[in-house]
Nanobody, 124 residues
Framework: QVQLVESGGGLVQAGGSLSLSCAAS????????MGWFRQAPGKEREFVAT????????YYLNSVKGRFAISRDNAKNTVYLQMNSLKPEDTAVYFC?????????????????WGQGAQVTVSS
């Protein structure tokens, strides 16, 4: 079992930066790929970024490449999402997720554990 708790987020003006953290409990964190997803009002949940079990492989949604960075610290059981040059269209609830596989994946169905979500609002 893995439990995930997101923190960070909030309100920022367009062009600004925010950072999300996801603290995980459970013995399998260091062997699990992790992901960030988001869901805007009235829209389906979409993939944002993923990182493999040891942090040497990442993959991003095209629209966030070069602006967002996912990282992890296995010693702290934490995964991060640094978001720069934020745009109003980045406004959403952001979810951290853990999968039982080691490799990166953008498929939501591959993730077994989900956090409660953190609100990110970008004003224009």
């Amino acid at each position: 079992q893995v439990q995930l708790v997101e923190s960070g987020g909030g309100l920022v003006q367009a062009g600004g930066s925010l950072s999300l953290s996801c603290a995980a409990s459970g013995r399998t964190f260091s062997s699990s790929a992790m992901g960030w997803f988001r869901q805007a009002p009235g829209k389906e949940r979409e993939f944002v970024a993923t990182i493999n079990w040891n942090g040497d492989s990442t993959y991003y949604l095209n629209s966030v490449k070069g602006r967002f960075a996912i990282s992890r610290d296995n010693a702290k059981n934490t995964v991060y999402l640094q978001m720069n040059s934020l745009k109003p269209e980045d406004t959403a609830v952001y979810f951290c997720a853990a999968t039982n596989q080691r490799a990166t994946t953008s498929r939501a169905t591959a993730y077994d554990y989900w956090g409660q979500g953190a609100q990110v609002t970008v004003s224009s």
